[in-house]
């Protein structure tokens, strides 16, 4: 009898064809090869994704072809990260596509149920202003291609998930922009549905691309309210000049801080940990290709003003209160054994004077501890010290310091 | 019996100080150390080879000089669509 051939050893599944492994590998996975950056990256859809098969990229969630780096376990999900004094971070990943239904109409309007058939929709991507860059594309979307519908699965989603959220902090993630002086301006289904609902749950920040430049919006004067942030110029730029503020008239007036559109780039983000009774703040720092420095602000935040930050600080505060009960109902029952156990000596003994044990009462240190870090969180967060900084190398050219708006939205 | 009722409170009263002083201790916060992560979008190269730009290229490599110097390495990294130019992964 002939020895059985030896078995293949098993191997992952494919990807779904040649072309995607190749895309996986050349625009991913030898791209971003740092060291550094070999650390899990989660993922959304945007439009360009949606035109082909989201699922595929879905299916690259924790492959071995990504380094086991690609996070997408659905279209939309949420993490959740601890800072090492334990605050926590929530990161709501949306798809936006799916919540407006990739029709951006104007304020009011019903996005129809989908484009044209054919030639509905061009999509226009500038070309790199430096040597060698990437040429201009701008192929016509497949004629067979539909939009997809609105998801009101996801927006229940949204809804419940910054409801209930009992993290410290709260940052969304998606595609489109929420605000955006750019080409494509704000996308208003989302200024109509999401903005309401991210106020209200004290999200700190929302972080988006879709514009091929970086733009910071701050709504409202205070550091604690919500900040948008723009990083679309990954791998393009929108090389015009002066910078493209076409729907500056769409956005709140004096909200957009800043706005780089001379090159492509990446946001480094920071949670500092609470300390000496300052809260901790975020703060993103916004870098050029040449990792030269672009621009910084910094955030305190939200939700340490709205319902689920006083209702997070209150969960806070009684877990240590059921800690040191637990603790001081046991110290109870053996301080009563060990106070009986010597009483009994003492009776025998008959003379004893006590008094000079004496110690003072118990001060309530834990009590008194949570109350200095409520302070200290108030003072900082009014404190006048924490302004937003212009971090810009004086003279730089990249840097645009927008002008205001004439109108309010 | 007076006596020995007095020493209880006395001591439970030191106990209960001890045991204030020891959570207390314990909750102290070590020496901050900040949660840093990076964020990009519009990053998915071009369909065609190479399958990725001068520009993608520049900023990943800014990125992972970054990620390199102290306090500045990310745990992770926030990607915000535009995964793919310019029609996504082709499908099964």
Known sequence: MLASRPRPPPTPAPLPDALAATRVSETFENVYSAPGLQVPWYFVAGNHDWVGDVQAQVALNGSAATGHRWVMPSTYYSFTRSAPDGETVQFVMVDTETLFGGVNTAPGVLPPLGYPPSGGRRLRQSSEGDPGAGSALDPPVPAAWVPPAVDEAQWAWVAQVLGSSSADWLVVVGHHPVWSVGEYGPTWALVERLLPLMEASGVALYICGHEHQMEHFRAEPHPSGLDFLVVGNGAYFNDTAPADTSHAGDCPDGALQFQYTEGTGFASLSLSPSADGAPSQLSATLFGSQGQQLYRFYKENPRAQVAGGAAQAAARATVVHQARDAALALLLVLAVAAGLTLAARLAQAQTQDVTRVKAGGPRDAVAERITVWEKGRQMGAQGEERRPLMSAKPGQPSISRVRKTPDAL | ?92
């Not at chain 2, 964020?39 to 970054?66: I, S």
């Open chain 2, 1 to 92: 019996m007076q006596a020995s009722l007095l020493l209880i409170v006395v001591l439970l009263q030191a106990s209960l100080q001890r045991c204030t002083a020891r959570i207390t201790t314990a909750a102290t916060p070590a020496p901050p150390k900040p949660l840093v992560f990076f964020a990009l979008a519009d990053w998915g190269g071009e369909e065609v080879a190479p399958y990725t730009t001068p520009g993608q290229l520049a900023a990943a490599h800014a990125m992972g000089n970054v990620s390199a110097t102290a306090g500045s390495h990310p745990s992770f990294v926030l990607a915000a669509g535009d995964n793919f130019y310019m029609e996504g992964l082709p499908g099964a």
